[in-house]
């Protein structure tokens, strides 16, 4: 059985840095990538980051290249999303998910399970 749960969302002032978590239990890590996802309100649901779990190699939606930054711990079996200067339009609800394939999965098809997600509200 696979399990996403996220935490760290809040209600923060702009420009303020958050770090989300999610803890993954995934039977097989072997091909895994785990990635974050935000999803406004009337929104549909935008790929943010992702990483693969074997090897640690990244990928980040270019619009937030350089702001934000997916990590992940091995021993803890967590994966994080680092958010700096935070702002108003990065208010959402934020989900990760994995995806049992190779590469780097972008869209959310391409995820297999998804955490409930956390909110995130940045006030300006």
């Known amino acids: 059985q696979v399990q996403l749960v996220e935490s760290g969302g809040g209600l923060v002032q702009a420009g303020v840095s958050l770090r989300l978590s999610c803890v993954v239990s995934?039977?097989?890590?072997?091909?895994?990538?785990v990635g974050w996802f935000c999803q406004a309100p009337g929104m549909e649901r935008e790929f943010v980051a992702a990483?693969?779990?074997?090897?640690?190699?990244?990928d980040h939606a270019d619009s937030l290249k350089g702001r934000f930054t997916i990590s992940r711990d091995i021993a803890k079996n967590m994966v994080y999303l680092q958010m700096n200067s935070l702002k108003p339009e990065d208010t959402a609800v934020y989900h990760c998910a994995a995806a049992l394939r190779a590469g780097f999965p972008l869209r959310t098809s391409d995820y297999d399970y998804w955490g409930q997600g956390t909110q995130v509200t940045v006030s300006s």
């Open positions: 990483i693969r779990w074997r090897g640690g190699s990244t």
């Open positions: 995934i039977r097989s890590f072997c091909n895994a990538a």
